[in-house]
């Protein structure tokens, strides 16, 4: 795994991951090419873990390389072996629709503008955890969102009923309205994710190849977020 210097100009290290058997992961099955053979591979896309997963595995002061898009790739396994360790299995019913995990704060414009943000977000887990992320200022350029959240919470159970996502949860969260449903067990708290199916879409540019992106509006606890949700395909 490539890790990167947080806060510092400083050289990428290489850093092994370790993952728990159960463990959800989101990833691709495509193919690579070795030598004159297409075998099959699996990209994951780690960066997209929770923090619990990933807070032991990093050098002080380093992160995972996220790469420059949401497409990115942390990992490509070919060995066949290592390939065996892993299951196909349906999306989660927690993670919203075609989206990554990602939401920031911000209705329509936020999402068609194309300044960056760097307020607030919040980040569903492909392994079942909801944090609430502030970015972070001093970060290197691309960071600012993959240090420790301010709060999170895992799911524990969800219903999913368009659309609405309702995740419950195990404590509240920090910055973010949660539904207090029971004093005991550990369904304790609801946050509903409801998708306010408004998509926005950024035109993409054909004669340089540039693709447009799509995103999706949320309303979470009575705030507006937005998500990336894909490529209009202009690009190859």
Do not use: C, W
Request: charged share 15%; aromatic share 10%; proline share 6%.
């Amino acid at each position: 795994m490539a890790y990167v210097s947080t806060y510092k100009t400083q050289h990428t290290i290489m850093q092994k991951l370790t993952l728990p058997a159960g463990l959800t992961v989101a990833g691709n099955l495509t193919t690579t090419k070795h030598g004159s053979y297409l075998v099959p591979s699996l990209q994951l896309y780690l960066a997209r873990l929770s923090y619990p997963a990933l807070q032991n595995s990093a050098k002080a002061n380093y992160t995972i390389d996220p790469g420059t898009s949401a497409y990115s790739p942390q990992a490509t396994i070919s060995d066949t072996t290592k390939l065996r360790a892993f299951k196909r299995v349906a999306a989660p019913d927690y993670m919203p629709g075609y989206s990554h995990g990602d939401l920031y704060i911000g209705g329509a414009k936020a999402a068609l503008s194309p300044v960056e943000p760097t307020t607030k977000s919040i980040r569903i887990t492909p392994d079942g955890y909801v944090e609430v992320l502030k970015y972070d200022t001093k970060a290197n350029a691309g960071l600012g969102f993959y240090q420790k959240p301010v709060s999170l919470a895992k799911i524990v159970k969800t219903r999913f009923h368009d659309p609405n996502r309702t995740l419950y949860l195990n404590h509240p969260l920090a910055n973010v309205k949660t539904k207090a449903i029971t004093q005991n067990g550990q369904t304790r708290y609801r946050l509903t994710l409801k998708n306010l199916h408004t998509p926005q879409h950024i035109a993409g540019d054909p004669e340089t190849g540039t693709a447009g992106t799509f995103d999706s509006l949320y309303s979470i606890g009575g705030t507006t977020y937005y998500t990336f949700i894909g490529y209009d395909g202009v690009s190859n």
